[in-house]
């Protein structure tokens, strides 16, 4: 587990470094603050459930929250909050678990690569932690650990402060292995994928206005 450990070591400054480099450099005439509501499916990796355990392959819900901030048109951050539900497939051990994760990003605007119309692309990746909560027989099997997310967002915009997106996200876990092995009944502590869609708010600024 230390390979792990100073995997997200490295991660983490990494991000740190990026984020307060954008931030020194930032235009505050430019600057944008978004809000963002997002729903969509999850997929767990097979490899965060101890032997026994199976989840469905596809499950809902998911939800993300978010507040993003644009140091300039290129570069911003965001913190948001994602939540998930995942649970055992037909006719194997019964379990169900909650997973909340917590998420600071930088965010990279790719859209001038593309320059289409009122399309967007974001880029973004950043460290957290991840809050599993087991629901039905193993609620005393909690845990917390470390992350890092990254993941791709296309943008439509619907008017000059609103857009439609699809997200497409995967988090890293690094959990410690279970220890005893009964500490992991209906518990998680791998990887998480997610799909989902959602509104994107512009609360200042006019993101798509220098585009007409």
Do not use: W
């Not at 499916?41 to 644009?70: D, M, R």
């Not at 169900?96 to 009122?118: G, H, I, M, P, W």
């Not at 692309?121 to 087991?134: D, R």
Request: hydrophobic fraction near 40%; charge should be neutral.
């Amino acid at each position: 587990m230390k390979s792990k450990s100073l995997k997200f070591q490295v991660l983490f400054c990494l991000s740190l470094v990026c984020l307060f480099t954008f931030s020194a450099k930032a235009q505050t005439d430019k600057s944008t603050l978004k809000a963002q509501i997002a729903l969509g499916v999850n997929h767990p990796s097979e490899s965060g459930l101890v032997s026994g355990f199976e989840a469905k392959p596809i499950n809902f819900p998911t939800v993300n929250l978010g507040l993003q901030y644009q140091f300039s048109p290129d570069f911003g951050a965001k913190f948001d909050l994602g939540y998930s539900r995942f649970s055992n497939k037909d006719n194997t051990q019964e379990f169900k678990v909650n997973a909340t994760r917590l998420n600071l990003q930088l965010v990279y605007d790719a859209s001038e690569v593309f320059n289409l119309y009122r399309f967007g692309v974001f880029l973004h990746a950043g460290p957290g932690i991840t809050m599993i909560k087991p629901l039905s027989y193993y609620k005393e099997n909690k845990l917390s650990y470390l992350n890092v997310l990254v993941g791709i967002e296309f943008h439509y915009g619907l008017s000059d402060t609103m857009s439609l997106f699809l997200d497409a996200s995967y988090m890293a876990g690094f959990a410690k292995d279970f220890d005893p092995i009964t500490s992991g009944y209906g518990s998680f502590n791998g990887d998480l994928a997610t799909v989902s869609i959602g509104l994107s708010f512009s609360i200042s600024g006019c993101y798509y206005c220098e585009q007409r």
